[in-house]
């Protein structure tokens, strides 16, 4: 149990000191993307992102999940694994590719729309092939590497694309930059893997049908999840305007940076758990349950911050004057955020338990309850108050909430106790208290920062006052911080 939680603790610890550059860099992407583009381009722009996203699924195979839980059972399986995977993905790549093409050269009479289109999809395999070499730093637990990699990928595209927009560049050269630094995050991939794994570069057909076997049931579900979770951008692209598109993308970029805590969480778990499931059932029990309580008790304050200062951040990062009808996306959104947080933890303990097999019928049953909701809400939000793009933040919203519970379904008895409802209870009183605070300071939202800051506190007060966490919970948070060393010192001195 203490050496999981040591490996848990280093990786996240790496992928937090990466992510807070990486989210940085995100976040002034998105305040300068949708305020010079404007809502029709970054419309399109969105939607070429969103399409060449399901590609890049499709490209995906489902081997990167299948990898890391096989290499980190099995260390010798990587250097047979990983030229015969990147081959694999060029196929699927080459066939996708073409399939999109001639789907948005038939639906859609833009011709600026297909360039972005081709130009974004063809970023997309070099992610693919890099992808490949984070999930083997993922699998020998050393995600130092990938962190390296994303930062320079994420630093790089936030400068160039801001140097961009301000010389007056559109959407086009925005995309194009898209394969510019996915090249380089491949490089860096090849520059650093070597250090970690001698990887044997034979490619060996007859090895293809075993890998994509035990990567099936990964293929088909992450596909069908991608494209739940963006069909809504291809139904309102079809009922509404590029215009619509574009209100619902910008907030729904933000909604997707949010979920990098769960993603980082999930990844440094991942490996682990897939060892302690054959090693030892109490401690993945254990570490299943310390990672839910984490995972709950970090979504609410982002939740009711988004929530309650909707407006202050929709004005400060997209502008008001474009982006007013973003506002009730975002705070819809916002009560998504918890739920998908959760959702992340469930589904990575599915597949740790070897029940992926059932994933592909959640996300089809998702789909199939996606897609009905949006061909009705889309259609009558877009007619009765102008943005269909309400009725797809509703239907996101409603999914997660039934992915949510059939996920709970399938999990094993006793692998989740009263301990967590209760930490979740706890979470869910400090961030009303918190909420009711923000919400008694309304006059002096202009000042929201700060006040959203104030609200953490008296959040993290009412966690404390109702011994929400535990103390290994306080020295797990703590080593997740970079300033660990700094605050042990202190706290051993006093």
Known sequence: MKEA????????????????????????????????????????????????????????????????????????KVSSFFANAAALRVVAWVISFLIVIVYVRMTIDSSETLLLVILVGCGVILGSLADLGYRVFQSFECMQYRSAAVIVQQVSAAAICVSLLLLGFGATAIAATGILTSAMAFGVVLLVLPRVVPIDWAITTRAWPGLLRGSFPFFISAGLSFLYYRIDVMMLSAMTSDKVVGWYGAPYRLFDTFSFFPSIIGTAVFPI?????????????????????????????????????????????????????????????????????????????????????????????????????????IPYFQQTYGNGAIGAAITTLLTELAVSGMFFSLLPAGFFNYTNLHIALKSALAGCIMGLAVWLLEPWLQYWYLISLLGVGIYVGVLFLTKAFSKREIQFLLSLSPLRKFISTATHNQ
Do not use: H
């Open 273 to 377: 758990m897939a060892r302690l499931w054959q090693d030892s059932k109490e401690d993945l029990a254990w570490t299943a349950q310390k990672a839910l309580n984490i995972t709950i008790i970090v979504a609410i304050p982002f939740a009711v911050i988004l929530l309650l200062c909707a407006k202050q951040i929709v004005s400060l990062m997209f502008g008001l004057a474009q982006f007013s009808n973003s506002v009730i996306l975002l705070q819809i959104l916002a009560a998504s955020l918890p739920v998908l947080y959760i959702d992340f933890v469930f589904g990575t303990l599915l597949v740790t338990i070897d029940r992926q097999r059932y994933a592909p019928v959640i996300a089809a049953v998702a789909l199939v309850f996606n897609v009905v909701l949006n061909y009705f809400f």
């Open 5 to 76: 939680a040591t490996s848990i603790a280093k990786n996240t610890t790496a992928m937090m000191g990466s992510q807070l550059i990486t989210w940085a860099s995100s976040f002034v992407l998105m305040i300068f993307l949708p305020r010079y583009l404007g809502a029709e381009e970054f419309g399109r722009l969105y939607f070429a992102v969103s399409i060449t996203g399901l590609m890049g699924s499709v490209t995906s195979l489902g081997i990167g999940e299948y990898l890391v839980k096989e290499v980190a059972r099995d260390r010798s």
